[in-house]
């Protein structure tokens, strides 16, 4: 028989934390017990709560009297917790928390509180309970919590469902203040921006899935959605609600895409012991490029002993045969500040930032660099989202060929988003994946790295911004993704 009471304030100290709560290892002391809840349950949060709306009604607690005929409470062991501090913040297990604490007391008027407790007759008895509380949806007889689709009805908007994802993420993760307000809408407006949703922040997934994930690393996600969100409630930066596609657009390209891992941390361990920087070189001081070129029109310079499958259409000057300036004089092959995806790997990251350090003095390198960059993210794409294990990795052809198909596919799904730009990237890519006489195919590529071709540079940084917007679309999605929620 279950036993109901109502204790008010003051019989607080009647009141003792269960020895036995799941949520901690058993025999530990009182204080221990509070220490473990502080650092590991989100205990502050909920004493703010509680001392801003009080104790939920819609919530009581549950207990059972000890060998001493103490009252011992088996459910709402955090609620307890929280108004223990709340009662008295000396009980907090750090200087820092005994103050926090006190602040929150200072704003807390406990008159109103009246702590509901179910007696029961043995820890047993009360087990049936807390099994269907705690064990989640326990097929169908514990709670089932809303997913995103289900709180954006709740407030009334299912447009709103990334933007709330997002939002209550970034206040699990201390990223901007609890209860932020007025923002929905405008994070709404920002996430239906394709540019802002897949490049700025790299979310893989859709606008109106119920659940997100993201590309590249944790760290660089969660600063670059942090700095989103606290323009948008500052106003800074542009980020108002009164901001066309291309405003939004133009705020990810100048506040949120320039944020790289570069700025993260300071070396990456490589395996012989070396450290090579992990912030992103300069940009180079060359001029940017159209990226348009004449297909397989690029010529190799006199002189040279070998045979180029692509020698004819140009002269040496570096012009095409009607007198169209080459396409790119500029210094280094690769723009860190206009190429730089976000890979968790150190393998990928120290080779993309190789590839960054590449200049015009060394054009067949620079071209072997690319076929090492290329070749690490198409078996990076085909194991992490093919689900297949590449057993011979030098057959790149074949691996670029399934990689670059399942994008192709993907992307006709309306699984993936794709920019007109890189839809065309990647088409030609796939299409010249086995043609020789293009520069970034399997075949030249393997002629540049056994030492028979050596391209020009203006060959060179004229193939790559052709299949730059392809490889990007491969390097944010090679490895697999993080999900918004850790677990």
Not at 184 to 207: D, W
Not at 229 to 242: F, M, Q, V, W, Y
Not at 261 to 289: C, F, K, M
């Amino acid at each position: 028989m279950v036993e109901k009471l109502t204790l008010s304030w003051k019989d607080l100290r009647d009141l003792d934390l269960d020895p036995e709560n799941p949520r901690h290892e058993r025999g530990l002391s009182r204080s221990e017990v509070i220490a473990q809840f502080v650092k590991r349950e989100n205990i502050k949060p909920l004493a703010r709560d509680i001392a801003r709306h009080g104790l939920s009604p819609l919530e009581r607690f549950g207990a059972i009297k000890d060998a001493e005929n103490e009252l011992v409470v088996v459910e709402g062991n955090r609620r307890l917790c929280a108004l223990m501090l709340l009662h008295d913040p000396s009980l907090a297990p750090t200087p820092e928390e005994r103050r926090s604490f006190e602040r929150l007391g200072r704003f807390f008027d406990p008159s109103g509180i009246e702590i509901e407790l179910e007696v029961f007759e043995s820890r047993e008895e009360a087990n049936i309970w807390l099994e269907r509380k705690h064990l989640g949806e326990n097929n169908g007889l514990g709670t089932r919590s809303w997913n995103p689709v289900q709180q954006a009805r709740h407030f009334g908007d299912t447009g709103n469902t990334l933007a709330l994802a997002l939002i209550d993420y970034a206040v699990e993760k201390g990223l901007i203040s609890p209860d932020p307000d007025g923002i929905l809408t405008t994070v709404t407006r920002f996430m239906s921006n394709p540019y802002v949703r897949r490049h700025a922040l790299l979310i893989s997934t859709g606008a109106s899935d119920t659940e997100f994930r993201f590309s590249g690393t944790r760290s660089l996600f969660n600063r670059r959605l942090q700095r989103l969100l606290t323009d948008i409630t500052n106003g800074t930066n542009g980020a108002t609600s009164r901001t066309t596609a291309a405003d939004r657009e133009k705020y990810a390209k100048e506040h949120l895409v320039p944020m790289s891992d570069g700025d993260l941390v300071e070396d990456v361990d490589t395996d012989d012991g070396t450290a090579v920087p992990a912030d992103q070189p300069t940009r180079n001081a060359g001029t940017s490029s159209n990226g348009n070129t004449d297909d397989g029109s690029d010529s190799m310079p006199p002189g040279e002993g070998t045979t180029d499958p692509e020698a004819g259409a140009r002269t040496t000057s570096g012009e095409t045969g009607s007198g169209v300036p080459a396409p790119n004089r500029r210094n280094k092959l690769v723009d860190p500040d206009d190429f730089h995806p976000s890979f968790r790997d150190n393998g990928l990251r120290r080779i993309l930032g190789e590839l960054h350090l590449v200049t015009r003095r060394t054009p067949a390198l620079a071209t072997v660099g690319v076929r090492i960059f290329i070749e690490a993210i198409t078996v990076s794409y085909v194991e992490n989202r093919m689900g297949q294990q590449v057993q011979d990795r030098f057959k790149l052809h074949v691996i670029m060929h399934q990689a670059l198909g399942d994008i192709k596919t993907k992307i006709q799904q309306n699984l993936l988003d794709a920019s007109t730009k890189e839809k065309g990237s990647i088409q030609l890519l796939h299409n010249r994946v086995t043609d020789p006489s293009y520069l970034f195919s399997a075949a030249y590529l393997g002629a540049v790295a056994h030492g028979t071709a050596f391209p020009q540079w203006e060959q060179v940084t004229a193939a790559w911004d052709e299949i730059a917007p392809a490889l990007m679309v491969l390097s944010t999605n090679c490895e697999a993704p993080i999900e918004g929620r850790e677990d």
